[in-house]
């Protein structure tokens, strides 16, 4: 049986530069204990308040692993980063709301110009997300293109 992980993870410049190192070393093929992000995103520099310019949020999905420990442990223990460098929110699949540093969090509570996207039942295999907001494939959130980058590569 599988059970994924989802996590966001929103980062400075070095938090995200030792992760591609990381995942460069690995090989981006290799299965690695962390697995490249499905998207990455990075606020502009026209970005409205609440999100400086040069962050970056990630959206990574794993089967079984990491979960928040683990992801916790390979940022401080694996990338040398500590949090004031990154803030990430998980959600297992069989959970219902997100949570951050072992607690239920509301929605409010993720990142800035982010909302849940929400499964619309009248289309195959859609997310539905607030106006104004973009949804992506194997992504539970949205994201308000005015403010995030795709720089998914």
């Not at 989802?6 to 410049?13: G, V």
């Not at 990430?88 to 219902?96: A, K, L, T």
């Not at 409010?108 to 289309?123: G, I, R």
Request: with cysteine; net charge negative; hydrophobic share 35%.
């Amino acid at each position: 049986m599988s059970y994924y992980f989802h996590h966001i993870i929103e980062c400075d410049k070095l938090t995200y530069e030792r992760m591609l190192r990381y995942w460069k070393q690995k090989g981006w093929g290799d299965i690695c204990d962390i697995n490249r992000p499905r998207h990455v995103w990075t606020a502009s520099e026209e970005s409205e308040a609440y999100v400086k310019a040069g962050t970056y949020l990630l959206y990574i999905v794993g089967n079984h692993r990491p979960d928040a420990q683990e992801l916790m442990e390979w940022l401080e223990d694996d990338l040398g980063v500590y949090s004031i460098h990154f803030s990430f929110w998980s959600i297992g699949e069989c959970d219902d709301e997100w949570f951050q540093s072992g607690a239920f969090v509301a929605e409010s509570a993720l990142p800035a110009h982010t909302a849940v996207a929400e499964y619309d039942y009248n289309a195959i295999n859609r997310r539905k997300a607030p106006e104004g907001f973009k949804t992506y494939d194997d992504c539970d959130i949205a994201i308000d293109p005015a403010v995030w980058k795709d720089i998914t590569a």
